[in-house]
């Protein structure tokens, strides 16, 4: 990892939403954006969603949709959750 990306807004406030729930709990990438850009979050999905497959493919994080883990490097269309990994 490097300095850049911890000091990445996105990034720092999605592992800190999965980080917080409990085992098997899942944030929405809504509440992320709702974070990093109040005002404008419905711009900033798609920056969360980029920053969500850089995390699912490091191993961080898991992309799900329905209790399902998804693949990361597969074309994401629809609703998503973003879970911690390991929980």
């Known amino acids: 990892m490097s300095r850049l990306e911890d000091a990445d807004p996105i990034i720092a406030a999605i592992r800190r939403l999965t980080g917080s729930r409990g ?3 899942t944030c929405c990438p ?22 969500a497959v850089t ?6 994080i898991d992309i799900c949709r329905g209790g399902l883990t998804l ?8 609703p998503i959750r973003l879970r911690r990994r390991g929980c």
Do not use: F, K, T
Not at 55 to 60: I, M, S, V, Y
Not at 71 to 78: I, M
């Open 55 to 60: 995390l699912a493919c490091r191993g961080e």
């Open 30 to 51: 809504s509440e992320v954006a709702r974070r990093v850009a109040a005002d404008d979050w419905r711009s900033a999905m798609s920056a969360v969603r980029a920053a």
């Open 23 to 25: 085992p098997d709990r």
């Open 71 to 78: 693949d990361p490097e597969a074309p994401l269309r629809g």
